[in-house]
């Protein structure tokens, strides 16, 4: 027996399903938000995520923001052996660096 789930059409028009794990979720009604978004915004960093409805419809998810330091995804990046020649290759006969640099100052 599966746990029951809710179909919930995202923004993208894509479908979701929201699992009964969510229901522990506070939620808001779009209208209430509007009205009072600084309450709710500081209740979403004390208390967790909260659910916007629009017309009993979920919308949005107000999530807090985690206070970890943001963490830099590229710092260990090393593009592969062809990808790493075609950067240091200039594009015709101008470098790419020249390209960049001359749009830049237009």
């Known amino acids: 027996?599966?746990?029951?789930?809710?179909?919930?059409?995202t923004a993208g028009g894509r479908v979701a399903h929201l699992?009964?794990?969510?229901?522990?979720?506070?939620?808001?009604?779009l209208r209430e938000l509007h009205r009072s978004t600084g309450a709710w915004v500081r209740s979403a960093s004390k208390h967790g995520a909260i659910l916007v409805r629009d017309r009993n419809r979920p919308v949005a998810i107000i999530t807090p923001v985690s206070e970890a330091p943001a963490v830099n995804r590229f710092a260990r990046w090393k593009p592969l052996k062809k990808f790493a020649a075609a950067l240091d290759r200039p594009v015709g006969d101008t470098p790419v660096e020249q390209i960049i640099g001359e749009d830049r100052d237009r």
């Open 1 to 9: 027996m599966g746990t029951p789930a809710s179909r919930v059409v």
């Open 19 to 29: 699992s009964v794990t969510t229901s522990h979720m506070k939620e808001v009604s």
